[in-house]
């Protein structure tokens, strides 16, 4: 596949090879060949990949990168990994190799231990840079092959981060006040400092890295020596990246900025929000957070993407009698409908896709939010702002005052809010809100401890929503039969899990249960009476998901313990 004179891959012997063993037919060839004039400069494999020839071995498979670099691997005697940008330690190894020379030699480092260092390449006979780079390290050289999309791709960005990085750690021999004025002072020029730049392509890089990589929160912790990101993915954290401590401050002031806070401000938490435009255009929400910490402000960014937040209820989880018994609720015309569930359980998803359906031109819909979640123009939409005494009970009656039929607070957390949401339930409105419970019936035993009378909790409540999300099975993982069960799925990280779906419980209140709810009302009462009136619980939910292939037993038992 090589010549003697020259090592890197030659097209015509790639494809010779794989006519050879029996990949492609010789006819194959002419397309590839004719497509590949011009691109002479792209590696072999790209150009065969760019045609999507079927794999004459498995009729009905295409002849992809991935599969072709599989191949080659096996070819050549050489481990082949999928490069997972989650598993590598960018930190270290950015540090260990120029960008220039690893650019020259298009390789990229991997892993790096006491016993070696293993390096990426996507041209298996070219060794001209092992023996250079073996004595600079002063450690034996692991060669694995890997796709060059995936090589070019992840060493680019990582490089021009690890500069970026540098040159930010550099700028430390300023004060950290003094940082954080120029960091201030360049995002009012036209262009941002030198220095200033460095930060700027930082923080563009982790919130376009967290977008590529699905992540719903991102975590940057400060601490003594390095600062943490971490990226929640699919409900579990990931550690990204290790910042020297100053860098993370000054990011963390960056996103402040951008986001409207008090930068000055560092001893009380904040609440902000931004909106970021992908370079394909696509807009993304975020939420920001800070809390004081004793090494500096910890800051926690939730993203929202607007197109997620306009699903429908099947791309949520909720189908079948489950729905239908949920857009009947949904039909009542006044009375309390709750969603309840932790931190990160879908409720927000759940509540925009009712309210979607809900916003009609015939129906005044408005929503007390903190913070607005999304902005979307079929509702009236209201702030929540505790420095203007603005709160969720205050809200809700200047929202009473405006002709409404239908109101959403974004929580009921006090007695003073859940109080207004049931005179407003009581004068004719239908009235959506959150809990923070563990399961439906505890909906109304909280209502009570925030001092709920019973009589009107019977009264207005019609309906409470709990859910949790668990991690639905990889669909590449279950297909690919061919895939050596040694290689990790490039999808899912080998974890078997690639996105996540919603577990419903949902309970109407049936005239038996309302007789239930008493002074002495008792959560397992109120249990066994919604199960006989027809309650399917989480975990019930759960054990049909398992049944139905989307997620696995262990699964629905971590989020419903």
Sequence with gaps: MHTPDNPALDLRRVLQALIADQHLHANDTLQVLEHATTQPSTHPLEQIAACALEDRQHPGQSLDLDCLCRWLARRVGQPYLPIDPMQL?????????????????????????????????????????????ARSLGRPIRRVLASPLQIRQAGQSFHRLAQSVKGAQNQQSASLGELEQLLELGTRQAEASADDAHIVHIVDWLLQYAIEQRASDIHLEPRREQGQLRYRIDGLLH??????????????????????????????????RLQSCLPGGAEVELRLSTLPTPFGEKLVLRLFDPQQLQEGFDRLGLEGPQLAQWQGLLQQRQGIILVTGPTGSGKTSTLYASLKLLATPQVNLCTIEDPIERLEPAFNQLQVQPALDLGFANGVRALLRQDPDIIMIGEIRDRETALVAVQAALTG??????????????????????????????????????????????????????????????TCRGTGFHGRTGLFELLVLSDSLRAQIGPGSDLASLRRQAKADGLLDLRTCGEAKVACGQTRQEEVLRVCS
């Design 429 to 490: 409105h239908l009235v959506l809100s959150t809990l923070h419970t563990n399961d439906a019936c505890s909906a109304i035993t909280r209502l009570q401890e925030l001092g709920v009378a019973d009589y009107l909790i019977k009264a207005t409540l019609v309906g409470v929503m709990a859910q949790r999300l668990v991690r639905t099975l990889c669909a590449d993982c279950r297909s690919a039969v061919t895939v050596p069960a040694a290689q990790p799925c490039r």
């Design 89 to 133: 330690d960018l930190a270290q190894i950015s540090g260990l190799i120029s960008p220039a020379f690893a650019q020259r030699h298009g390789i990229l480092i991997i892993a790096a231990d006491d016993t070696g260092v293993t390096v990426a390449s996507a041209q298996p006979y070219q060794d001209d840079w092992h023996a250079d780079l």
């Design 239 to 272: 550690c990204v990246y290790a910042f020297p401590a100053g860098v993370t401050l000054a990011l963390v002031s960056r996103l402040k900025h951008l986001a409207r806070m008090d930068v000055a401000e560092k001893r009380r938490p904040q609440d902000g």
